[in-house]
């Protein structure tokens, strides 16, 4: 009996010495787990103040987006909306964006998935999401899609949807509410900064040091629907208070160079340097617009901000852009418009560029508009049904970044569509395309049935480019003449590269002293990494006996022309 009990206490004792040590283990591995991470932590925030982090740099008129040291050209494509919130739809894309020679993908990560409780953050998706582009060569432009994605609030969490009290809603104009997060909400602006602080902390943490996300776009599509502006209680309060003074010192301070629209409207309600916001732009809609505009802008910004302070990445807001003839309210009124830059940039300073979503034809006109006062140039999403050939043109003649096709993963044939042969020269033209960009040597030119000729000049000569199908000769597609076009690289004097497609050259001096000028030379070719390999000399029927130089509109292709002068 003694023995028993004396046997049970020694069990009891070794089980309680057993579940200890077990306890310890645990908390030296816990301890142990934490540790790492905190060195990796502070090594990677090390990387960020030692290395620089990507940024952008100027080099003459263009912004490069400088990663690890060196300019990144974005051949870039944006996933459709829901691709990246499942793994395993995710898994046959990759290949596919490889295929179509991407080097960036543009990519959700949504604020519902994130942070499904309020406070608990998951970032399991985005970490696994960030380890297979690296693993398939992949940068990423991260698309934080939270407060509003295309003006709704579609991607807010659950618990935010449901407390309509606590995180308000923007109301119409007969006051009834939208699944829009209202703006004049502290409450709903400091839920999304601090989320989105918390993914960029994360981000941070790590990829600090690799840099494979390399830009943030800050929500998506902003702009306010039907109405032109939010009429919720808050907004109709704001309405009437004065116009901030934020807002009149860099409207007096930028008078010269406020955008036309702006300027008209201070300037028709008489340059008041204070007063309501209808007494300093009018009554109408620009002015609804103007005001939402402002307070769109200063939300972001404080989002921005608290992003940046975990983090400091190159951030941007993209626009729904204006169907014709359109009222603010039918387009998403107030988004980070051409009209509307000046009201952005005051307002949302943390913001680096404005961009455009492109779904119209007018491709050039919008590029056009939004290449203003140092804007950098980057198209975060066109239809996928524009041809490539946009691409040659924004990067040769705005310094685009880069270009990304919407839904990508949904383009056929990856191996053979346009994206395929557009992007594969772009490859390959990159670095002479980066060293080139900002510095007036290289232009680049679009066609199409509106615009068939361009003329360039580039030092001593000017290049009469025209549309393929103004060439007697040139095959013919079937339906909708094609929209064609490239760009022209200046290497010394005489020589050129010329790229793109469907296109028929020829050239003339820049002076009329009556020089000639003829072709000595034009080879076919490719560059492997960045050095020219001449494939065929074209001086016979291809370049129609020295007449012209001629890009077929069936392929995309890269020429060397080599010009001469006579008299
Ligand atoms: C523009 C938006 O920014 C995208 O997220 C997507 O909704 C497309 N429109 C659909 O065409």
Redesign the pocket.
């Given at each position: 009996m003694k023995n028993n009990i004396i046997r049970e206490i020694h069990f009891f004792i070794t089980d309680i010495k057993g579940k200890v040590i077990t306890l310890a283990y645990r908390y030296i591995k816990i301890c142990f787990i934490s540790l790492c991470v905190s060195f990796f932590a502070i090594q990677s925030i090390h990387a960020q103040s030692n290395s620089a982090l990507p940024h952008f740099k100027k080099q003459g008129t263009a912004t490069q987006l400088i990663v690890h040291g060196k300019p990144l050209l974005m051949l870039g494509g944006e996933l459709g909306?829901s691709s990246a919130s499942d793994l395993k739809y995710m898994a046959p894309i990759w290949q596919k964006l490889k295929a179509m020679h991407l080097n960036t993908i543009l990519m959700p990560i949504y604020w519902e998935l994130i942070e499904p409780q309020e406070g608990k953050y998951d970032f399991k998706l985005v970490d696994s999401l960030i380890y297979l582009a690296r693993k398939n060569d992949l940068k990423i432009v991260v698309l934080w899609f939270a407060s509003w994605?295309?003006s709704m609030s579609c991607y807010a969490p659950y618990w935010v949807k449901i407390k309509q009290k606590r995180f308000p809603r923007s109301r119409t104009k007969d006051g009834k509410a939208v699944e829009i997060l209202t703006p004049f909400s502290d409450e709903n602006r400091n839920a999304d900064a601090k989320a989105f602080a918390s993914l960029m902390k994360h981000l941070h943490i790590i990829d600090g040091k690799q840099n494979t996300i390399v830009m943030i776009q800050v929500e998506?599509?902003i702009g306010m629907i039907p109405d032109a502006r939010d009429y919720c209680i808050e907004a109709e309060e704001a309405f009437t208070r004065e116009v901030p003074s934020e807002l009149m010192t860099y409207l007096h301070k930028n008078k010269e160079s406020l955008t036309e629209e702006l300027r008209q409207a201070w300037n028709n309600a008489g340059m008041k340097t204070s007063g309501t916001w209808e007494e300093v732009f009018g009554k109408g809609l620009h002015t609804d617009e103007i005001f939402m505009a402002w307070y769109f802008a200063k939300y972001t910004d404080y989002i921005a901000e608290a992003g940046k302070k975990e983090y400091i990445l190159p951030m941007y807001v993209?626009a729904?852009l204006i169907r014709p003839n359109y009222k603010p309210g039918q387009y998403p009124s107030a988004g980070p418009l051409p009209h509307l830059m000046d009201v952005w940039r005051a307002g949302a300073p943390q913001i680096d560029f404005l961009a455009p979503?492109i779904?119209f034809k007018n491709f050039s006109e919008w590029l056009g508009k939004y290449n203003r006062a140092g804007n950098p140039i980057f198209i975060p999403?066109i239809s996928r049904l524009q041809s490539v050939t946009n691409a040659f043109f924004a990067v040769a003649h705005h310094n685009s970044m880069g270009y990304s096709p919407?839904s990508i993963e949904n383009a056929g044939n990856p191996e053979s569509n346009q994206f395929n042969k557009g992007y594969n020269v772009l490859h390959q033209l990159t670095p002479l395309i980066l060293d080139h960009q900002g510095k007036g040597n290289m232009a680049g030119f679009l066609l199409d049935s509106a615009a068939q000729t361009a003329q360039i000049t580039l030092g001593e000569y000017t290049f009469n480019v025209k549309h393929e199908y103004t060439w007697p000769y040139a095959a013919r597609a079937e339906g909708e003449t094609p929209r064609f076009g490239g760009m022209i690289i200046k290497i010394t004097e005489d020589e050129f590269y010329i790229a793109g497609s469907g296109v028929v050259i020829t050239f003339q001096s820049s002076s009329d002293d009556g020089t000639i000028v003829g072709i000595a030379n034009i080879d076919g070719g490719t560059f492997a990494k960045g050095k020219w390999i001449a494939g065929r000399r074209l001086n016979g029927d291809e370049d129609h006996q020295g007449r012209h130089m001629h890009l077929s509109g069936r392929e995309y292709g890269i020429q060397k022309v080599k010009l001469y002068k006579y008299k």
């Open positions: 909306n994605k295309n998506n599509e993209n729904a979503n779904y999403e919407f």
